[in-house]
């Protein structure tokens, strides 16, 4: 079992729909949890993360974490064409918790299209 | 600031060439990566750097060197290319002394290699 799981899609949605993306993990000692957003052709780069459990908001996007599942998501509202990217969820253990904790784990990405 | 920048974008070489991959940051990270991304693969980390002058090995590390002389340069080699060796690459940094600890990464945007 890989460590982390992520469903490649693709998902392709209509403008202004819902759309939830979500990650599984094994193991247990991941405390830092961040969502990646690649567009084509580009660098991934940090659209949010949270640390431990529960929910944060940032406009538009919604991460949830559930550690008791080992399981996080992250949801866009009102979702745009310019949404249209690969989501990569990402995890660390406790930066300060020793070697090879500042390592990221990535999951595979899901590519997303939202169409107008 | 620029970031992250990786040199060159875009290279083609034949099997048994020699290249070497340029990634310089500017934000004063003491950690350096090397990842590679290829379809259905997610991103695998080839070597990491957590300071100047260390290197070690990541998940994916065979055919390939990395150097670390200077704090804001980390360089990627590959000995004697072959075609397995086809993908994007992407350089990251993270972590300054006194950054919180969830380790964002910052990328670059990424070298296209194509090896016949």
């Known amino acids: 079992q890989k460590e982390v799981e992520q469903d490649p899609g693709p998902l392709s949605v209509p403008e202004g729909a819902i759309v939830s993306l979500n990650c599984t993990y094994s193991?247990?000692?991941?405390?830092?949890f961040m969502w990646y957003r690649q567009y084509s052709r580009k660098g991934p780069e940090l659209l949010m993360y949270?640390?431990?459990?529960g929910n944060k908001e940032d406009g538009r996007f919604t991460a949830q974490v559930d550690k008791s599942s080992k399981y996080i998501s992250l949801f866009i509202r009102d979702s745009q064409p310019s949404d249209s990217a690969t989501y990569l969820c990402?995890?660390?253990?406790?930066?300060?918790?020793?070697?090879?904790?500042?390592?990221?784990?990535f999951g595979k990405g899901t590519k997303l299209s939202v169409i107008p | 600031n620029a970031g992250v920048t990786q040199t060159p974008k875009f290279r083609v070489l034949k099997t048994g060439q020699s290249m070497t991959l340029l990634c310089a940051q500017d934000?004063?990270?003491?950690?350096m990566y090397w990842y590679r991304q290829d379809p259905g693969m997610g991103l695998r980390l080839i070597h990491y750097?957590?300071?100047?002058?260390?290197?070690a090995k990541g998940e994916v590390p065979d055919g390939y060197n990395v150097s670390r002389l200077k704090k804001q340069n980390f360089l990627l080699g590959l000995e004697s290319a072959a075609p397995s060796q086809t993908s994007v690459y992407f350089c990251?940094?993270?972590?300054?002394?006194?950054?919180?600890?969830?380790?964002?990464?910052?990328f670059g945007p990424g070298t296209r290699l194509t090896v016949l």
């Open positions: 990251a940094s993270s972590y300054s002394q006194g950054d919180p600890s969830y380790n964002e990464q910052f």
């Open positions: 750097s957590v300071g100047e002058g260390t290197t």
């Open positions: 193991n247990s000692a991941f405390q830092y």
């Open positions: 949270t640390y431990s459990s």
């Open positions: 990402a995890m660390s253990s406790d930066a300060y918790s020793g070697a090879g904790s500042y390592q990221l784990t």
């Open positions: 934000m004063n990270h003491e950690y």
